[in-house]
Nanobody
Framework: QVQLVESGGGLVQAGGSLRLSCAAS????????MGWFRQAPGKDREFIAR????????YYTDSVKGRFTISRDNAKNTIYLQMNSLKPEDTAVYYC?????????????????WGQGTQVTVSS
């Protein structure tokens, strides 16, 4: 079983940047597809981005495409989410996800493992 710990959240002004990290332990990191979700207050948890086991394939939801970049370092058992041009509507708790399947589904019910989340707040 893999454990996931996110870090890097915080308060930033609109237009600013943050980089989130998710460190994995307890499993063979390179055998897991990884992804990021977020959950705003009063809203459902939504898929943001995913990355393949090797890191050569990525996918983004339309609302973050061109602003966010997902990456992974299998030597460090870590994935990242570089967030640029942040908007107030990006305010949410951001969750790291791991899946034994070949990719992380956008359906949160199918995700195998979750981190505890990290808060991102974007002020206007």
């Amino acid at each position: 079983q893999v454990q996931l710990v996110e870090s890097g959240g915080g308060l930033v002004q609109a237009g600013g940047s943050l980089r989130l990290s998710c460190a994995a332990s307890g499993g063979t990191f390179s055998s897991y597809a990884m992804g990021w979700f977020r959950q705003a207050p009063g809203k459902d948890r939504e898929f943001i981005a995913r990355i393949s086991r090797s890191g050569d394939t990525t996918y983004y939801t339309d609302s973050v495409k061109g602003r966010f970049t997902i990456s992974r370092d299998n030597a460090k058992n870590t994935i990242y989410l570089q967030m640029n041009s942040l908007k107030p509507e990006d305010t949410a708790v951001y969750y790291c996800a791991a899946d034994r399947a070949s990719y992380v589904s956008a359906d949160k019910r199918r995700v195998d493992y979750w981190g505890q989340g990290t808060q991102v707040t974007v002020s206007s």
